[in-house]
């Protein structure tokens, strides 16, 4: 069995964070390894309180469990300070580059609570080199790139600072936000090229939001590459169980609703 390690923040509505990588992780046959990065207090209407774990705790997690497990991918998902941000980056120093890791570069949550002080940013930027995908959304592509996301040009523009400036081997970033068309735009590195394409997506009508989905997607593609699949296609599989996931939300508290996860085979 090939297994994921999920480097995340504890949501307790299990609906986003590692509750919600688990589940996912799960769902796409592989088993999941957990390494807390914080707390959070939250419901489905919004984060009340996040608390970071104690920065050499989160470094003693990642140590130990990899000096006694070899996880096939890694997710990267919300790290909330940039002292735990420094020693997740200390934790996965000696591992290379095959080992691929996705990162969700989480800076707020849906309700505007940030998630990840601001004077951390540099250093999740530092997290980027080598990185096998990074999945911002537009609102994370732009603040961590500048550029304007508004245009599928700034997009474009904002893909090559990922790739070019931070280092990453691909980039995807989601157009979810979008008030039109939800597409995605899709960049990696092929032989020293820059390669682009876009990922059509259609908006699907929802009452009110759903909660986590971006947690899901890059839980969902980490998978998809413990399993040795072509990052396209881990990309390709991971938006329609996603899109799958919003058609059948459920609402299991009184806001945002929860993807609904279809019965595993
Ligand atoms: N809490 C945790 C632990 C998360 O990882 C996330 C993910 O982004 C959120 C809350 C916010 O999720 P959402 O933006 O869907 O509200």
Redesign the pocket.
């Known amino acids: 069995m090939r297994s994921v390690l999920t480097i995340?923040?504890?949501?307790p509505t299990g609906?986003?964070?590692?509750q919600a990588d688990l589940q996912v992780i799960r769902h796409f046959g592989c088993h999941g390894a957990a390494v807390v990065s914080?707390l959070?207090v939250?419901d489905s209407i919004k984060?009340h309180q996040v608390l970071p774990v104690f920065p050499s705790v989160v470094l003693d997690q990642i140590r130990v469990l990899l000096r006694d497990t070899s996880p096939d991918a890694i997710k990267i998902?919300?790290l909330a300070s940039d002292d735990v941000v420094r020693n997740v980056a200390l934790g996965l120093a000696s591992i290379g580059t095959e080992l691929p890791r996705v990162i969700?570069p989480?800076l707020?949550?849906?309700?505007q609570v940030p998630?990840l002080e601001r004077r951390a940013w540099p250093a999740l930027i530092g997290l980027f080199e080598g990185a096998a995908l990074v999945t911002p959304n537009l609102t994370e592509a732009e603040a961590l790139s500048g550029k304007d996301c508004s245009t599928r040009r700034g997009c474009e523009a904002s893909a090559r600072v990922f790739l070019n400036e931070f280092g990453a081997r691909a980039v995807l970033i989601k157009g979810g936000h979008r008030a039109v068309a939800a597409d995605d735009l899709l960049a990696w590195v092929a032989e020293g090229e820059i390669q682009i394409r876009w990922l059509e997506g259609k908006r699907i009508e929802a009452a009110g939001?759903v909660?986590?989905?971006?947690?899901a997607l890059s839980s969902a593609i980490a998978a998809g590459l413990a399993c040795d699949e072509s990052l396209e296609d881990a990309v390709e599989a991971a938006r329609s169980f996603v899109r799958a996931g919003i058609e059948r939300a459920v609402a299991l508290g009184k806001g945002?609703r929860f993807l609904g996860l279809p019965p595993t085979a």
């Open positions: 995340a923040g504890s949501d609906g986003a964070g590692l914080a959070t939250q984060v998902g919300m969700d989480i707020f949550a849906s309700s998630l939001s909660h986590g989905t971006g947690c945002a």
